[in-house]
């Protein structure tokens, strides 16, 4: 590539996005000697190698090349099935076409917002939120509204109001983002009740509920 200026060439939407101050944390995290609890690594010891060697080998040789071969774009068939599954034992009654495997929960959230989001589109997220899911929206032009947390997740009385003084001022709410259990970075909750009311009030405005 010629030596040129080529962030003039970007476009408006990668102009959009931020460097990421995850990105940064764990590039320091490589350093040798450092042992980082902001980047949230899991320990590495608790990484199952010997059961993944085990399965890669026992695919390996049944399947082959084939295991390495492209395959559709939602996932494989028989993953879809496993995953309708595994979610029917906690309720969710999925069907297979419910059903999109993604490369980790980033990527979902690009992917949400590349389908749900225009410019100026809003989306009510916790107060705060998880970094890596604000600079995927902001990348799409969604603008964020938070809603403040307490030791039992978002206050939802809040979100109530929030939702209503948008509306009155014309704003377009398309969803709201949640981290419901663990949430990052406040580590708290979400009570049962909070966790309805949300369902509740996600029917009353006709928003969607992205659960991370
Ligand atoms: C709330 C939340 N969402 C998404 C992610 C990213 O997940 P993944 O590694 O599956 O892309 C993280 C990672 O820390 C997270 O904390």
Redesign the pocket.
Known sequence: MLAMDIERLYSDRAKKMRSSEIRELLELSQMPGVISFAG?LPNPNAFPVEEIREIVNRILDEEGGKALQYGPTAGLKEFREELVRYVGKEGIKAKLENVFVTV????A?DLIGRVFINEGDVILVGLPT?L??INAFLAYGANLVGVPLDENGVRVDLLEEKIKELRQKGENIKLIYT?PTFQ?PAGVELSNDRRKRIVEIAEKYDLLIVE?
């Open positions: 949230g980790g929960s980033q990527q959230l998880y890596g899911a981290v990052n991370d």
